[in-house]
């Protein structure tokens, strides 16, 4: 069974940093497409779909991100200890919102190729966590 467990989300002041943890088991290794999306206050009502897209990164090291993180925003990932990092500098306001760390493989341990994270497809990935508010004050 797969399981995604964030942490490491909490309350900032605007320019501060903070760094999210998603601690994966079950199918979920190096070989799978993991990612970090966001939901923004007011887009609860839209699920899945009202989540954007912030880094994707794939069995390659193939990292993409979203365009209002970039320069930002690091995404990363730990083999060894199966877990996905985002470590985010500079926040800011619209920083806020509920983050979730998602994946993506094949059973049989085929390599899984992440879509770029800001691409419309890209909240079609398998798994989600169940979430990590950050909450960023001016």
């Known amino acids: 069974r797969v399981k995604l467990v964030e942490s490491g989300g909490g309350s900032v002041e605007a320019g501060g940093s903070l760094t999210l943890s998603c601690a994966a088991s079950?199918?979920?290794?190096?070989?799978?497409?993991m990612a970090w999306f966001r939901q923004v206050p007011g887009k609860e009502r839209e699920g899945v779909a009202g989540?954007?897209?912030?880094?994707?990164?794939?069995?390659?090291?193939?990292?993409t991100y979203g365009d209002s993180v970039k320069g930002r925003f690091t995404i990363s990932r730990d083999n060894a200890k199966n877990t996905l990092f985002l470590h985010m500098n500079n926040l800011k306001p619209e920083d806020t919102g509920v983050y979730y760390c998602?994946?993506?493989?094949?059973?049989?341990?085929?390599?899984?190729?992440?879509?770029?994270?800001?691409?419309?497809?890209?909240?079609?990935?398998?798994?989600w966590g169940q979430g990590t508010q950050v909450t960023v004050s001016p």
């Open positions: 079950g199918y979920v290794n190096s070989r799978s497409c």
């Open positions: 989540r954007e897209g912030i880094a994707a990164i794939d069995t390659e090291d193939i990292i």
């Open positions: 998602a994946a993506d493989f094949f059973p049989d341990g085929r390599a899984s190729f992440c879509p770029p994270v800001s691409h419309p497809d890209a909240t079609e990935i398998g798994y």
